[in-house]
């Protein structure tokens, strides 16, 4: 099976594709973390490399992390029984008062597709449901995004929250968003902030001391 193929139907965004060619290349005995690791990742990378460069855009990522997310779909019991250790896990969830979703989702296909298990809490999450998720998962990274300015100093209240449950640098923090900027991330004392969904991989995997991904477009 060449996974160069699946690769570039991640690429494309051809979800029916990905998952046709993982079935495939399953039934020719591929194992699941080779899939993952050799073409499911890599296409991801490419993808956010053009989303980089310029060459993609959002429409264009969304169709890809929907094409990951149909073969993790597919890979995902394998992956459970072979004990799979995925890149990092991260809670994420849009903050209390705001409804926006799709941003966040963005973000947490983009980190799913890069490896990492995402525990996704959806829009409107109060700070102590972030804290109960982080202390149930283990995670050691928490996304929080807010679209709405009216709703910033819930994501302030929420870091706060997170900083006082846990020891220092126990849970590092990343946020995003549209009224979200660097200077206000510093302020209310989150560890980083991602400008999209590719720059919030790139920053997941630095604050979880994780080795950079190329950037140069394959």
């Given at each position: 099976?060449?996974?160069?193929?699946?690769?570039?139907?991640?690429?494309?965004?051809?979800?029916?594709?990905?998952?046709?060619?993982?079935?495939?290349?399953?039934?020719?005995?591929?194992?699941?973390?080779?899939?993952?690791?050799?073409?499911?990742?890599p296409?991801?990378?490419?993808?956010?490399?053009?989303f980089?460069?310029?060459?993609?855009f959002?429409?264009?990522l969304?169709?890809?992390?929907?094409?990951?997310?149909?073969?993790?779909?597919?890979?995902?019991?394998?992956?459970?029984?072979?004990?799979?250790?995925?890149?990092?896990k991260?809670?994420?969830?849009?903050?209390?008062?705001?409804?926006?979703d799709?941003?966040?989702?963005?973000?947490?296909?983009?980190?799913?597709?890069?490896g990492?298990?995402?525990?996704?809490?959806?829009?409107d999450?109060?700070?102590e449901?972030f804290?109960?998720?982080?202390?149930?998962?283990?995670?050691?990274?928490?996304?929080?995004?807010?679209?709405?300015?009216?709703?910033?100093?819930?994501?302030e209240a929420?870091?706060?929250?997170?900083?006082?449950?846990a020891?220092?640098?126990?849970?590092?923090?990343?946020?995003?968003?549209?009224?979200?900027?660097d200077?206000?991330?510093?302020?209310?004392?989150?560890?980083?902030?991602?400008?999209?969904?590719a720059?919030?991989?790139?920053?997941?995997?630095?604050?979880?001391?994780?080795?950079?991904r190329?950037?140069?477009?394959?």
């Amino acid at each position: 099976m060449d996974l160069t193929l699946i690769k570039q139907r991640v690429v494309e965004g051809d979800a029916k594709g990905t998952a046709a060619g993982i079935r495939d290349a399953l039934g020719e005995n591929v194992p699941a973390q080779t899939l993952l690791k050799e073409a499911l990742i890599p296409g991801m990378e490419e993808v956010g490399n053009r989303f980089a460069c310029g060459e993609y855009f959002v429409p264009e990522l969304l169709l890809a992390a929907r094409a990951m997310s149909a073969a993790v779909e597919v890979l995902r019991p394998l992956l459970v029984k072979s004990g799979y250790q995925p890149a990092g896990k991260v809670v994420m969830g849009t903050v209390h008062g705001d409804l926006h979703d799709i941003g966040k989702k963005l973000v947490s296909l983009m980190l799913e597709g890069s490896g990492f298990e995402v525990v996704d809490l959806g829009s409107d999450v109060a700070p102590e449901r972030f804290v109960e998720a982080v202390k149930e998962s283990g995670a050691k990274l928490v996304g929080l995004s807010a679209l709405l300015t009216t709703t910033l100093p819930a994501m302030e209240a929420t870091v706060r929250a997170l900083h006082e449950s846990a020891p220092a640098g126990a849970v590092r923090i990343m946020v995003g968003g549209a009224p979200v900027t660097d200077a206000f991330a510093q302020r209310i004392g989150a560890d980083g902030y991602g400008p999209d969904a590719a720059a919030a991989v790139t920053l997941a995997r630095r604050l979880l001391g994780l080795p950079a991904r190329s950037s140069a477009p394959a």
